[in-house]
């Protein structure tokens, strides 16, 4: 177990290009092969080059845990086919005028957190294809909860200025111990800059060592 360093195709912030779980890592279908080698050496489950409507930006249209994927409403038909064939997984729409999946779900294989604003008829596919009970709520004021926090099966990090209080209510949620940190030398949009399983993480090169203990620590790696 361990975290590694990267920048994807130049790019620090692998957390827009890519989502990790524990049964499969999808990331940008240009990624360079070299990185996609240390992908799969440090996830230890199969690594999927694809597109989300045509786009790179894996980790801002899509998430996902163990049991599916949920994508936008105009993720083409040949992308989800591509996606249930190779990894053999359920891959949903979501309908919702929403898109930036990624960016508004923080989920594992205990429970998701939500943007409050999702519609009721988007929770429920979400609901259905994560196969976890959903909660929606902001952290730090912001509905951005995907792009604020990496959650895994064994823990999560999110926002430095995230309340005690709100770490309770994400661990209640989660399931697992929650801590603060950042990621690429001070950012503190966590989700953005990484992507982490039960078995490893990739950061941004730009994360330092402090940040690298601070990440291991909160998920257990």
Same mark, same amino acid.
């Given at each position: 177990?361990?975290?590694?360093?990267? @920048?994807?195709?130049?790019?620090?912030?692998?957390?827009?290009?890519?989502?990790?779980?524990?049964?499969?890592?999808?990331?940008?279908? *240009?990624?360079?092969?070299?990185?996609?080698?240390?992908?799969?050496?440090?996830?230890?489950?199969?690594?999927?080059?694809?597109?989300?409507?045509?786009?790179?930006?894996?980790?801002?249209?899509?998430?996902? @845990?163990?049991?599916?994927?949920?994508?936008?409403?105009?993720?083409?038909?040949?992308?989800?086919?591509?996606?249930?064939?190779?990894?053999?997984?359920?891959?949903?729409?979501?309908? &919702?005028?929403?898109?930036?999946?990624?960016?508004?779900?923080?989920?594992?294989?205990?429970?998701?957190?939500?943007?409050?604003?999702?519609?009721?008829?988007?929770?429920?596919?979400?609901? *259905?294809?994560?196969?976890?009970?959903?909660?929606?709520?902001?952290?730090?004021?912001?509905?951005?909860?995907?792009?604020? &926090?990496?959650?895994?099966?064994?823990?999560?990090?999110?926002?430095?200025?995230?309340?005690?209080?709100?770490?309770?209510?994400?661990?209640?949620?989660?399931?697992?111990?929650?801590?603060?940190?950042?990621?690429?030398?001070?950012?503190?949009?966590?989700?953005?800059?990484?992507?982490?399983?039960?078995?490893?993480?990739?950061?941004?090169?730009?994360?330092?060592?402090?940040?690298?203990?601070?990440?291991?620590?909160?998920?257990?790696?």
């Amino acid at each position: 177990m361990v975290v590694i360093r990267t @920048n994807f195709n130049g790019n620090p912030n692998l957390g827009v290009y890519a989502i990790a779980t524990d049964k499969y890592v999808l990331v940008r279908f *240009d990624l360079y092969q070299k990185t996609l080698d240390k992908l799969k050496e440090t996830f230890k489950v199969p690594v999927l080059k694809t597109k989300i409507a045509e786009s790179p930006i894996i980790g801002i249209f899509a998430v996902g @845990n163990s049991n599916g994927i949920l994508v936008p409403y105009f993720t083409l038909d040949s992308e989800i086919k591509m996606l249930k064939e190779e990894l053999d997984i359920i891959v949903e729409r979501v309908p &919702s005028k929403m898109t930036a999946l990624g960016n508004i779900i923080l989920t594992n294989d205990k429970g998701a957190i939500a943007h409050p604003g999702l519609e009721r008829k988007a929770i429920k596919v979400i609901e *259905d294809v994560l196969d976890v009970e959903v909660v929606c709520g902001k952290i730090y004021r912001l509905p951005l909860v995907g792009s604020m &926090s990496v959650a895994t099966n064994k823990g999560a990090i999110v926002h430095p200025m995230a309340s005690d209080e709100e770490l309770e209510w994400m661990n209640s949620v989660l399931k697992v111990p929650v801590d603060i940190g950042t990621v690429n030398h001070g950012s503190p949009f966590v989700g953005a800059g990484m992507i982490a399983n039960s078995y490893g993480a990739a950061t941004g090169l730009l994360t330092t060592g402090p940040e690298l203990l601070r990440i291991e620590r909160a998920l257990e790696i």
